[in-house]
């Protein structure tokens, strides 16, 4: 009865809040879906276009008694609509008298002979001097509204297991007038702010005057997810940047090899004469979308735009990717964006029957304003996006201030995600999540988390089978301060383990942190040629289970560090900081750390122990963060990073045994090759002054796991080449399927190509090698010719896995050399 109950309510409320809906298939003669067929409402701009399996759906708020459905090659026809809701329509096409166009418009004919091609040409034209590019100075109001959606909701999902004692959130279901599916809203954000922009000193300013938000808010993980949702994009570009993909803009100067571009239509939009054309990809599999944009006679900027990924798009996880932005005009000359909404559908698979959940954004601008000059000090400062008052906005101010009304089931939310908290079933669906999407368990009793239950098992030659267990203070994502600490035990050289650590924010606005703690541990060193002092980290070589060759150049490690950190400027971190370190083999008979010490009994010594001061500058221009305590968390990945560390080393201070200088530069660049997908570059470069012992030198990161870890090289053997002077290389392209998209039935295995190259040269003096002459395995560095590794990759087997295949270069006369090697990583990428 309740099941009945909340259908008719849905239908009565579809009733109520759209006048006109359709959907359906269109096929042709044989009964083959018909993919990017026209479906419009009849003398409107209201349309829809097929996608790749023939189907559509539309919605408007107008009523409408007719659909027209149009392809080039058959005969457009009229379809009458005999109710408000005509779901599952079956339109068939014949074919019609249209070869003439289909030779001008298809194909790889002459560019020159399509009316659509040559409009696109007068948008590049144009497209430098519309909108606000025109004038010296602007500013706006901008509201921005992102939302979540559990989506595909039928009767078999509202009455499983699953959802038994929660059928009350089901009586705020809509249906999306994008995909016509039922959804449910489960997160909903809100953010007003003011943006204030300088052509002439290409500066900009943004300040966020208020923020609300309901659902999954204090979870770091689900945050930053929705956090990428705020990826700028620019329809003139072109390529279009969504989940780490590019994707062809419709309006590219590349686009023309792209799409197939058809003029459709001419009509009048807010008393502008605009041109209608519609585009649709040439091939399958590739980075591209379907739809149709409106565009001015004179002045050739956009009215109005729509773009649709094509579900056979080579990107995982996300089923739908749905575009659309109106422009206003401001005056006879001057088109500016007025609306952007995006809609993304994330699922499992890319089944029209799949459930997933919908992430919405929606942008609106308004009270654009012209030519205010403000001082170029104006743009140095902003107000503070994390000030209380910013989240504690009162009913009346979003108001006032909300650019575009809340529907019905926008409104709701807040008080649906009130219940549902109190709610102890979905209280343990939701920590479910945090916990395998965190890796910590939440003990809100005690404000701790355990874990992380990922770091639990491993194994290495030194400990044999390693349990570890920890913990960590958190009170939420944006606490000031934060302990974390665990403990670990190895049932092969039965001692205990132990590290902590302790960070504490000491003022926000300049994010000035001091942090320390200690560590005792056993080690994969030189796994990293511009290694930081991270009192809790651990590499996937020191506890991995499944090796190549001996792993036994392990390190026992006592280090205690105590840091200060500033971000004086935005994205650009200083650091410094101490840390006194004792160094020893964990396996002396197959690798030992031993060096000439005239002052030992001896004249050898196996342990070092070291003070070092360190200075560290870290530039991150174009990273984005969320959260403003003591921790905070990347949101995107396309930022470069620019390091720079000098560490000296002093001898006598608290028994320290050497004095050194080393100086270290790294530099790591992801950069998107348009439509040839993403080249990641690292550049690293250093030098160790004075000799000093093996454990303090630089060596180059070799790779014995079975893992894929980038800026290593999987041919060489751990310490196989060690270095006072070096510089290295590594670059990774990712192709993300083009290549394989040009060829016959594997295109349809949505595979990646990847393609990697890295080299390094180095040297080690005299003087360092008598030093650790008394070591027991041998001294050698890279300076008689670049060392260089190349290798193929295959990825996004099963959406999750990927294999390298690597090959050495040179060096192939060296003791026990592996020639070649296969890595491989899981991981879940779009």
Known sequence: MRIILITLLFFITTLCFSQTKVSGIVVDENGDPVAFANVIFPNSTEGTITNDNGRFYLESDQSYNAIQVSFIGYQTRDIELVSTVNYDLRIVLSEGEQLDEVVVYIGKRSKKDNPAIDILRKIWAKKRINGLRKFKQYEYDKYEKVEFDLNTIDSALIKSRVFKGLEFVFADLDTSRITGKTYLPIFLNEVFSKVYGNNEIQKEREDVLGNKNSGFTNNQAITAFVQDLYSDYDVYANYLKFFDKSFTSPLSRTGIDVYNYVLSDSAYIDNKWCYHIIYYPRRKNELTFKGDFWVNDTTYALKKINLEVTKSANINWVKEIYIEQDFEVVSDSVFLLKRDYMLSDFALNKKESSKGVYGKRT????????????????????????????FQRDSLFWSNNRLESLNKDESGIYALLDTLKTVPKFKTYYNLVSILSSGYVEIDKWNMDIGSIYSTFGYNDAEGIRLRGGMRTYFGQNDPWRLEGYMAYGFMDKKVKHGFSAKFLLDKKSRLIISGGNRRDIEQLGLSLTATNDVLGRSVASSSVLTVGNNDRLTSINLSTLNLEAEPFKNFRMRFGGSFRTLRSALPQAFNLDYIDPESPTGISSEIKQFDLTTTLIYTPGKRTIGYGVERRNVNDEYATLLLNYTRGLE???ESDFSYAKYQFSYTQPWQIGGFGRLLSTVEMGKTTEA?????????????????????????????FVTDTYIALHLEQNFNGRLFSRIPVIRDWNLREIVGLRGAWGQLSDENIALNSPTNIPLAAPSDKIYWEYSFGISNIFKIFRVDFNFRGNYLESPDARPFSVTGTFGFNF
């Open 652 to 654: 006598g201070f608290l």
């Open 692 to 720: 000093v012992p093996l454990s303090l030198l630089n060596v180059i990161p070799g790779n014995q796991t079975l893992f894929t870890l980038y800026n290593t090289f999987p041919n060489l053997d751990f310490y196989e």
């Open 363 to 390: 942008t609106v601008y308004d009270n654009y304003k012209f030519d205010q000059a403000k001082p170029e000090e104006f743009y140095r400062t902003a107000s503070d996006p994390f000030d209380p008052q910013v």
